[in-house]
C-alpha cells in the first residue's frame, strides 16, 4: 500500500523519497472531495484541506528553489513570485482560501512536487552539497544565529509536509469519516477494509 515510503538507499534517496511520499499522502486527502468540501474547516480549526494544499505547495516550490540555488539570497517578494510560478497570487498559512477551485489547487500541488526531481538531479549529480550551507533569509522568524543547509532544508520540507498530512488526515475523517489507509487502498483501487480488518485494529492505526 502506498500509505509507506518505498525502500531507500542513499541519504539523498532518502530525503527525497520522503518528501514526495509526504506530499502524495497529504494530496491524497483531496481525493474524490468537491470544492466544498475541500473549503471546509469541520474542525476548531480554520485549516481546511485546500488550505493546507496551496500552502504546501508554496512550501515545496520555494524552498526547493533554495536547494537549486544554494548561494542565492532570496526575499519576501521572491516568496510572492513563487507562488505565482505555480499559479497562486496570494502566500498562504493553511487558513487562507485561494480564489481557486480544488483541481486548480491540486495543479498547483502537482507543479510544485515536479521540482522534487529536478533537485534530486542536482544533488544526486553532486552539483549541489547536501553540505552546503544556504544563505537564512532575511525574514523574522529565523533566528539570526542559524546554520541553514540543504539537507536541513530537505529534512524541513519533510517534516512540515507530514505535519500538514497530519492536520488533513484529521479534517478528512471529520469531513466524511475517511481516514489515510481508507483512501490509500482507494486510490491503488484496493478493496477496503481487507480481509481480517477489525474494530480493535480500526482504532488503534486511524
Not at 494530496?27 to 466544498?36: H, I
Not at 510560478?85 to 498547483?108: K, Q, R, V, Y
Request: glycine letters at 4%.
Amino acid at each position: 500500500m502506498p500509505f509507506f515510503a518505498p525502500s531507500v538507499t542513499t541519504e539523498s534517496d532518502a530525503l527525497f523519497t520522503f518528501i514526495e511520499q509526504q506530499a502524495g499522502q497529504l494530496r491524497l486527502t483531496a481525493l474524490d472531495l468537491s470544492d466544498e468540501q475541500a473549503r471546509s474547516t469541520p474542525t476548531t480549526s480554520r485549516l481546511s484541506i485546500a488550505g493546507l494544499i496551496a500552502h504546501s505547495a508554496q512550501v515545496i516550490y520555494g524552498w526547493l528553489q533554495q536547494v537549486k540555488d544554494p548561494d542565492r539570497v532570496f526575499s519576501l517578494d521572491d516568496y510572492v513570485s513563487f507562488g505565482r510560478a505555480i499559479g497562486i497570487e496570494e502566500m498562504c498559512d493553511g487558513a487562507e482560501l485561494p480564489d481557486l477551485t480544488l483541481a486548480e489547487l491540486l495543479s498547483a500541488f502537482d507543479t510544485a512536487t515536479a521540482e522534487v526531481t529536478a533537485a534530486r538531479e542536482l544533488v544526486d549529480s553532486g552539483r549541489v552539497d547536501l553540505d552546503s550551507t544556504v544563505p537564512v533569509p532575511d525574514m523574522p522568524w529565523y533566528p539570526k544565529d542559524f546554520v541553514m543547509t540543504v539537507r536541513w532544508i530537505l529534512n524541513h520540507i519533510s517534516t512540515e509536509l507530514a505535519r500538514h498530512a497530519g492536520h488533513a488526515d484529521i479534517i478528512r475523517e471529520s469531513i466524511d469519516g475517511a481516514i489515510a489507509y481508507e483512501l490509500n487502498a482507494r486510490a491503488a483501487g484496493e478493496s477496503w477494509p481487507p480481509e481480517n480488518w477489525t474494530d480493535s485494529a480500526d482504532a488503534s492505526t486511524a
